[in-house]
């Protein structure tokens, strides 16, 4: 069965300090990668997403992705977080089907 | 409309009563889904349907879930009997092409049902 994992329940970081939040997800023929960020009492928004092409993906605010096919993962980054990214990113995976299969989410926390 | 929107925002309710969750979603879109999100998970797939029909209705965990989307725009969610264990956020996403991969989907703000 497809699955993603997301090792790390929360990650506190100091602002401006760089991040990475890792996402590993189950070997397959096919794997279409995606990251999420859910802000408190707000629905989920798409991060950044790797179909195929190039392995670093970059998204919106600042954040990148780097697809390791030999590693089997995709690990999100940010060079210098702000305290507005404090959020919950989730990482997911779609495959033959069109469902999204997600972790079970990671609670980056900023403080000053 | 602008987004995804879901109502009620919150639904508490008592066990075994009857709810229905609703879904608007992005004028256009083809594809819907019903994800449901317990506290401290990821979100879980329920259902998705391509225009009126579902596609793969493979998440619903049992027979007291139920989702129809008559005329290819909104969707209701239907739960019956309802138990303490359905309480979650229910989320609903639409995207503009059915089964399109590569197609973001976008997700409304969530119903959130307490079951008492």
């Known amino acids: 069965a497809q699955s993603v994992t997301q090792l790390d329940s929360q990650v506190p970081v100091f602002e401006e300090a760089p991040v990475e939040l890792r996402c590993n997800y189950s070997s397959s023929v096919s794997v279409y990668l995606f990251w999420y960020v859910q802000y408190p009492n707000q629905g989920l928004q798409l991060l950044l997403k790797y179909l195929s092409g190039s392995t670093l993906v970059k998204g919106i605010n600042g954040f990148e992705a780097e697809f390791n096919k030999s590693q089997t993962s995709f690990h999100l980054r940010k060079p210098s977080v702000h305290i507005s990214d404090t959020a919950e990113y989730f990482c997911a995976r779609t495959g033959t089907a069109s469902k999204l299969t997600f972790g079970t989410g990671t609670r980056l926390q900023v403080t000053l | 409309g602008a987004g995804v929107s879901q109502t009620p925002s919150n639904k508490v309710t008592e066990k075994g009563k009857y709810v229905e969750l609703r879904c608007d979603p992005i004028?256009?879109?083809?594809?819907l889904y019903w994800y449901r999100q317990s506290l401290g998970q990821g979100p879980e797939f329920l259902i998705y349907f391509q225009g009126t029909g579902a596609a793969d209705d493979s998440g619903l965990p049992n027979d007291r879930f139920f989702a129809v989307r008559p005329e290819g725009s909104v969707s209701t969610l239907k739960i019956q009997r309802t138990e303490r264990g359905d309480s979650a956020v229910y989320l609903c996403?639409?995207?503009?092409?059915?089964?399109?991969?590569?197609?973001?989907?976008?997700f409304g703000q969530g119903t959130r049902l307490t079951v008492v």
């Open positions: 004028s256009g879109h083809t594809a």
């Open positions: 996403a639409s995207s503009p092409t059915p089964g399109a991969l590569n197609t973001e989907a976008f």
